[in-house]
């Protein structure tokens, strides 16, 4: 009886959610949490790491969040913004570098809410906090900006009907 009833409870609290379909919404809600892979192209970052980086614990969170202003059910507008924080510290130095950007762009779906393609203008820069004794304080690159292109897969999402 407890496995019939445990069952059922999996099956309605996690498959059928998964299997219904996508409401049709105007305003939608997203972030993400995780980690990022980060290459540096400054000469002077890729030094800092090469000789002080070996001895130093490692974290990278990456925040992303996001509207979306559905147009039609294939084509969203999106606003949004990213943080990167690439943490490293050992007992006696650290290197903490964080990247910011805001970002408009729009959104392809090709399978509405399952499948989409992106392309996003971005606006941002990046804040360097590093004490390691020859080389300690507070930089700041100054704004930049580019473009994010990307392709995402949602395997299970929540949203917030407005």
Same mark, same amino acid.
């Given at each position: 009886m407890k496995v019939r009833v445990a069952s059922v409870l999996l099956f309605s609290l996690v498959l059928l959610p998964l299997m219904a379909a996508p409401r049709e919404q105007k305003l939608i809600f997203r972030a993400s949490l995780g980690t990022a892979g980060i290459i540096y192209g400054s000469k002077l $970052?890729?030094?800092? !790491? #090469? #000789? /002080?980086?070996?001895?130093?614990? *490692?974290? $990278?969170?990456?925040?992303?969040?996001?509207? #979306?202003?559905?147009?039609n059910r294939a084509l /969203? &507008?999106?606003?949004?913004? #990213?943080?990167?924080l690439d943490y490293n510290a050992s007992s006696n130095k650290y290197m903490h570098f964080y990247d910011y950007g805001f970002y408009v762009g729009i959104r392809f779906y090709p399978i509405p809410q399952r499948l989409s393609f992106s392309t996003e203008y971005i606006?941002?820069?990046?804040?360097? !906090?590093?004490?390691?004794g020859?080389?300690?304080?507070?930089?700041? @690159?100054?704004?930049?900006?580019? !473009? *994010?292109?990307?392709?995402?897969?949602?395997?299970?999402? &929540? @949203?917030? *009907?407005?």
């Open positions: $970052v890729q030094d800092l !790491f #090469e #000789e /002080h980086g070996g001895d130093m614990n *490692r974290i $990278v969170l990456a925040l992303d969040a996001a509207a #979306e202003l559905a147009l /969203h &507008l999106t606003f949004g913004m #990213e943080n990167t606006l941002g820069q990046r804040v360097d !906090f590093i004490s390691i020859t080389y300690d304080g507070m930089y700041s @690159t100054p704004l930049g900006n580019g !473009f *994010r292109i990307g392709t995402e897969l949602m395997l299970g999402y &929540l @949203t917030r *009907r407005i």
